[in-house]
């Protein structure tokens, strides 16, 4: 195994595994309909790993007075969104680089 030399390729392995295990746990899913999630203060890699495999990116809104983290009310809401789209959620991407 060849190892990655940016934590944007990494992200994108890691995208790729998601995805393949999202889909043979859930077969009947269409491409279009996968999401990856990463909040509004994270790395640019989820948006680089959807702009790669051709996947939407939600970048979840996160606020200073939650010290810029995610919180976990505002990822039931965007789920509670999402599957009212139709959309599947697979992946959160999280890195600060902190």
Do not use: N
């Not at 390729?9 to 746990?25: C, D, G």
């Not at 999401?35 to 890699?45: A, D, F, K, P, R």
């Not at 007075?65 to 009212?84: F, I, K, S, W």
Request: negative net charge; without cysteine.
């Amino acid at each position: 195994m060849t190892p990655q030399t940016t934590a944007s390729e990494a992200f994108i392995v890691v995208a790729v595994a998601a995805r393949s295990r999202y889909l043979r746990e859930h077969p009947d899913t269409k491409l279009e309909d996968l999401v990856i999630y990463t909040s509004t203060q994270t790395h640019s890699l989820g948006v680089k790993a959807g702009l790669v495999l051709g996947l939407e990116v939600r970048a979840l809104e996160v606020r200073a007075e939650d010290e810029y983290t995610l919180r976990g009310e505002t990822v039931r809401v965007a789920l509670a969104e999402d599957a009212a789209r139709g959309k599947k959620p697979f992946l959160l991407g999280e890195w600060t680089g902190i």
